[in-house]
Structure formats: C-alpha cells, structure tokens
Antibody, heavy 122, light 107 residues
Framework: QVQLVESGGGVVQPGGSLRLSCAAS????????MHWVRQAPGKGLEWVAF????????YYADSVKGRFTISRDNSKNTLYLQMNSLRAEDTAVYYC???????????????WGQGTMVTVSS | DIQMTQSPSSLSASVGDRVTITCRAS??????LNWYQQKPGKAPKLLIY???SLQSGVPSRFSGSGSGTDFTLTISSLQPEDFATYYC?????????FGQGTRLEIK
C-alpha cells in the first residue's frame, strides 16, 4: 500500500544537527514532488520545504532557509531533511508528505507519514 | 508570504448539524486551496483539493467552495468521527502556507 515512514527524530542540543529520512513505498516516488511539514506541540501545521521530483528545484520556509536542506535519493525511494543549527523553536513533529500534483508543481499533500518527533533542548 | 486566516478558530456543534468553516487568503490564490482534517496524535488527511474537488475516499458530506480570496469548507451533517481540527492550505505560491486551524468540538 501507499506509505511514507519517517525516521531519525530525537533529542538534540541547540546548535546541533539531525537528519530525518522518509521511506516511500507503494507509488512511483521518482514522479512526485515531496514536502516536509512540521507541527510544534499544541500548534498548527507549518510547511518546511519542497523538492521537485528530480531534485532540480527546492523551496524553503523563511524560518529554516540556510539551516535546513531537503534532498532525495530516487534510487532508494527516500526523502531527507538535513537540519543544522537547530533552535528550541524547531521542536516539533516532522511529517513528510507526497504532493499530488505534476512532477514539478506544488499542489495538495495527499499522502502523509506518521511523523517523527524532534526535540531541541539542552 | 500569503497569509491564510481561518474562522472561527473553534466551533462547538452537535451530531447532525451543518457546519461551515471559512478561510481567507491575503491575496488572490485562484482555486489553489486545499483542506485537511487532523485528529489528535495523527497525521493530517486531505479532504478537498483545488477548492472544491473531493479527495478519493472522503465522504460526500464534505464539500468546498470559493475562489480568489474567500473559501469555505462545509460538512453537511456532522458525524461523530468528524470532530477534529481542520486546516486550509494554499498551493498558489512556492511558499506554501496553512491557516491556523479550526477546532471542531462536540457540543
């Protein structure tokens, strides 16, 4: 079945780094753009980043630009989020999500993972 | 960035009620508006895309309308499983933004 499974979350000190992974199955991963979305405890959804199906274009929220890097390995059906210079305000559940639109466009997010928790604390 | 404002922020309703949630964009986004449902501890679920298209598998009591800056999500007859938080999201801009959410509670 169509599935996204995130991993790599945990507790990290301020200023530290973490890499999240999202393993995709049940669909042609290399044909779709992918997103990361986060949700701080008790708060709403915040879009983090998008990557085109082929990795050629990437977009970031201003809050993470210059600190986070989205990437993908289509041979492994896996999406990544490298997070550097982490701050307390980055504490959240991080979801990966599949874009339902064409290979290069941003549309609705039709498949979501279960999320992985990232806690930034000393 | 395009700001998305939902109203109300919370809403109490009863099973069988008709409920409408509004989402307003800070600039025109044509029909690039999507709606999601999220239950506690779960990932969001896509309900409506392109303002009015029902996602596969979503009950027909959910409907969406609007274009430009003003949009609505309507639930025609609330069911117990519909009590959740609802989010709108614009996909007009490469800087995707969500509304702040509307919490739908049981009266």
């Amino acid at each position: 079945q169509v599935q996204l499974v995130e991993s790599g979350g945990g507790v990290v000190q301020p200023g530290g780094s973490l890499r999240l992974s999202c393993a995709a199955s049940g669909f042609t991963f290399s044909s779709y753009g992918m997103h990361w979305v986060r949700q701080a405890p008790g708060k709403g959804l915040e879009w983090v980043a998008f990557i085109r199906y082929d990795g050629s274009n990437k977009y970031y929220a201003d809050s993470v630009k210059g600190r986070f890097t989205i990437s993908r390995d289509n041979s492994k059906n896996t999406l990544y989020l490298q997070m550097n210079s982490l701050r307390a305000e980055d504490t959240a559940v991080y979801y990966c999500a599949k874009d339902r639109g064409g290979p290069g466009s941003i549309d609705a997010f039709d498949i979501w993972g279960q999320g992985t928790m990232v806690t930034v604390s000393s | 960035d395009i700001q998305m404002t939902q109203s109300p922020s919370s809403l109490s309703a009863s099973v069988g009620d008709r409920v409408t949630i509004t989402c307003r964009a800070s600039q025109s986004i044509s029909s690039y508006l999507n709606w999601y449902q999220q239950k506690p501890g779960k990932a969001p679920k896509l309900l409506i895309y392109a303002a009015s298209s029902l996602q596969s598998g979503v009950p027909s009591r959910f409907s969406g309308s609007g274009s430009g800056t003003d949009f609505t999500l309507t639930i025609s007859s609330l069911q117990p499983e519909d009590f959740a938080t609802y989010y709108c999201q614009q996909s007009y801009s490469t800087q995707v933004t969500f509304g702040q959410g509307t919490r739908l509670e049981i009266k």
